[in-house]
């Protein structure tokens, strides 16, 4: 099961303290101490399991309690699903083949308002399904225009959302009329590096409550806008720059749940009362709080603490603020739903619980029975937690000492003999932190023998505001330090060979990869860069206008810190990367445009640099559609089995040699086939006609076989008995055929191994 069942509620004073009370009482973890556990039943987890398995997100209770939707992608695409909240088979209520989030039930549980983008171009309109099924009407047409979180009215007529034009540098906040289908802004930003995001609205339906944030999220105020003439009042308790976020506001309007940073720089939970301005803390930890949402008669309200990347939920009581922990196993637990997480009975609780091993599900929560329901199931049936190594905790001294949090995976059955290969997993952000989800990248690696840790380096959150700040014009710097010394951290269990050491990551921890490859060369093996920025000159002129205050905020102004923007830009490393390189992007992403990669591209051309890219005419920033998810991880596995794994199989013991320089292999082999991905300069793919031919292979040494000059820069033997073999070969080599052959390209072949010979000794004839 994936709950501990308690039969009494856990009962949390006020200002409750974590178990750890903060991120200071942290202890290095001893390398030494981290162990491979046996486990016969360990196999390389399929991937089409892992991208079969679905993810759900934004769940809305209907009005009467009776229904929940929410969007999954069971079909490969993130769609609207719902279920009865008593359990049982999902009904689909949309089919689209783009993105579809953020469902909201109107009061009288006719239509579910949500929205959805194209082509994860980020710019959403808003759709409307009849609740039991029908056509979906389309309510905005606005390709500049990016409307998001619909909210309705108490009375049903209107619609609070987020509103940013596509060449804003801001975000703002509007309301659309339900029976005129009209879009009226209410409140304007007028600087050039904040945001507004939409909170809730106030009972009487007159004014709503909204957050302004700052562009690096370090500060934010709270305010109440008139909706009839857009009219703000701050609302915010603190006094000087600090984080203040509402979540929600109780029903009789009288009082905001927030969290707020005022205390120490450590996000904490609060209540606010409106008239008064008076702030009464609930949370007072070391670690960060999360502020959730009230029950219908306001008489509970939520709240999670992270705890090191780990999640807890919590249920108070507004009036004594005593609180009891939801009872659910280590991982992470978050209430959730549109417009609260509690049901309109106040009966029960919607959460989503995910862990390394287990991916995000839906449960419903008991509150009286303190038990928990699961509604979705997830996972298929191929994907069984016991196959799946967890997640580990681990601590160590950075460069500097300063103390960094990560995730270490550790693959089952390994040899504590230093020669297992190992992968640096760096999120993306900076403002950012690797948690306790459920990892498919990960998976997928520790299944098939990578030692992988995802370090939650400087500027990470969930640390504190301090911490949160420390990379500030320091990009590619510290930060990266400290994804050095996470990889030193697997090198000094003992098992991880510092030779066989990859880095792969998105967004900013594409970023990191490139900048890892660039600035440290002598500590990577090979690289897997997704959607990851190599200038950030380049980045302000291209990507979405938004994003660029962001980039200033962190980084300063780009004339007077000219230098800090070059420092901090992989391209001015690049030249001396070693690492082979595999790039993967979406057309249509706005955060960091297809412009980045194909400098990267562009940019990896000097004597033994190799670099290969694939782009995705239909995503953005992020992959969304299963079978891009799956090509992608396809595309990584390959590129780290082939340049990570130097090993050779000998299929009739079953047993196998490393791969070291010199060794002679005999074989037969039955012809060959390119990537499919590769194709001539006439556009035909290369193919040969199959033939059963001997064939002697000599690691480190060019051969000749029938035109295609090779050289060999290491093997792989799987069980379906083929042969990948990276081809280093430069631009107007041709094969038999007269086709060009594309650099670092890899042949296939179907191959019988007959023998493997050390270095210096005859090789075995072929036979």
Not at 187 to 213: L, Q
Request: neutral net charge; proline residues 7%; contains cysteine.
């Amino acid at each position: 099961m994936h709950l501990i069942r308690a039969t009494l509620p856990l009962l949390i004073a006020p200002l409750l303290m974590a178990a750890t009370n903060s991120p200071a009482e942290r202890r290095a973890t001893p390398p030494a101490s981290i162990e491979s556990a046996a486990n016969p039943d360990a196999a390389p987890i399929p991937v089409d399991a892992l991208y079969t398995s679905r993810r759900v997100s934004g769940p809305a209770w209907s009005p009467d309690g009776r229904e929940i939707v929410f969007t999954t992608d069971i079909t490969g695409r993130p769609n609207l699903w719902k279920v009865p909240a008593g359990g049982g088979w999902p009904i689909q209520l949309s089919v689209s083949n783009e993105r579809e989030e953020g469902a909201a039930w109107s009061p009288d549980g006719k239509w579910i308002v949500y929205e959805s983008d194209r082509g994860g171009n980020e710019m959403g309109d808003l759709f409307a399904l009849p609740a039991d099924g029908g056509a979906a009407v389309q309510l905005t047409k606005t390709p500049d225009i990016a409307e998001s979180g619909p909210r309705w009215s108490p009375d049903g007529t209107q619609l609070l959302i987020g509103y940013k034009e596509k060449a804003a540098s801001v975000a703002d906040v509007a309301v659309f009329h339900w029976a005129t289908r009209k879009t009226r802004v209410i409140a304007h930003e007028e600087t050039k590096n904040h945001r507004w995001v939409p909170v809730a609205w106030a009972p009487d339906g007159k004014s709503v409550y909204a957050n302004r944030i700052n562009a690096g999220f370090t500060e934010s105020e709270i305010y109440r806008i008139d909706v009839a003439g857009g009219k703000s009042e701050k609302l915010s308790p603190s006094k000087g720059a600090s984080l203040d976020l509402a979540s929600d506001v109780s029903p009789d309007g009288n009082t905001l749940l927030l969290t707020s940073s005022a205390r120490k720089g450590i996000n904490n939970v609060a209540l606010l009362d409106v008239a008064s301005r008076k702030i009464t803390w609930v949370t007072d930890t070391g670690w960060e709080a999360t502020a959730g949402g009230f029950s219908r008669d306001g008489k509970s309200f939520t709240y999670v603490v992270n705890t090191d990347g780990r999640s807890e939920a919590y249920v108070a009581d507004s009036g004594t603020l005593q609180a009891r922990r939801l009872a659910f196993s280590s991982g992470m637990v978050v209430p959730g739903g549109s417009p609260s997480p509690f049901s309109p009975d106040g009966k029960h609780l919607l959460v989503d619980f995910q862990n390394a091993q287990h991916p995000d599900d839906l449960w419903v929560y008991d509150l009286a029975d303190d038990k928990a329901r699961q509604l979705t199931y997830s996972a298929v049936a191929a994907l069984k937690p016991e196959r799946i190594p967890e997640a580990q905790l681990v601590h160590y001294k950075s460069f500097d000492g300063q103390m960094i949090s990560a995730y270490l995976w550790m693959p089952y059955n390994l040899k504590r003999d230093g020669s297992n290969p190992a992968i640096v997993l760096p999120h993306g952000g900076p403002t950012g932190q690797t948690k306790d989800y459920f990892n498919g990248l990960a998976a997928a690696l520790a299944s098939r023998g990578y030692i992988c840790i995802a370090p939650n380096v400087r500027g990470s959150t969930g640390y504190g505001m301090a911490f949160e700040k420390a990379n500030y014009k320091d990009f590619g710097g510290g930060d990266l330090k400290d994804a050095v010394y996470a990889a030193r951290f697997m090198v000094d269990t003992g098992y991880a060979d510092a030779k066989k050491i990859g880095i792969t990551g998105g967004s900013y921890g594409g970023y990191m990869t490139l900048m890892a490859i660039g600035r440290t060369p002598d500590v990577w093996a090979a690289g897997v860069a997704q959607y990851g920025i190599i200038d950030w000159l380049a980045m302000l002129e291209h990507s979405d206008p938004l994003l660029r205050e962001y980039e200033i905020s962190k980084l300063g102004d780009p004339v007077k810190d000219r230098k800090v923007y070059i420092d901090a830009s992989p391209i001015t490393y690049i030249k001396q990367a070693r690492a082979p390189l595999l790039v993967l992007q979406g057309d249509n992403d706005i955060r960091v445009p297809k412009s980045e990669t194909e400098q990267v591209v562009r940019s990896m051309n000097g004597p033994g640099q190799v670099v290969a890219a694939h782009y995705y005419p239909d995503e953005g920033h992020g992959f969304l559609k299963r079978e891009n998810r799956v090509d992608a991880l396809e595309r990584t596995l390959a590129w780290f089995d082939r340049y990570l794994k130097l090993r050779v199989a000998d299929l009739s013991q079953g047993s196998g040699a490393e791969a070291k320089p010199g060794m002679k292999l005999s074989a037969h082999y039955t012809g060959w086939l390119y990537d499919p991905a590769a194709k001539d300069k006439h556009g035909k793919q290369f193919d040969s006609s199959r033939e059963r031919k001997p064939l002697d292979f000599t690691l480190g040494d060019p051969r000749m076989i029938r035109g295609w000059t090779l050289g060999v820069a290491g093997m792989r033997v799987g069980g379906r008995r083929e042969i990948v073999i990276p081809a280093e070969l430069g631009y107007g080599a041709r094969g038999a055929g007269g086709g060009e052959i594309p650099p670092n390209t890899a042949l296939v072949f179907d191959i019988e191994l007959l023998s493997v010979n050390p270095p210096d000794s005859p090789a075995a004839p072929a036979q």
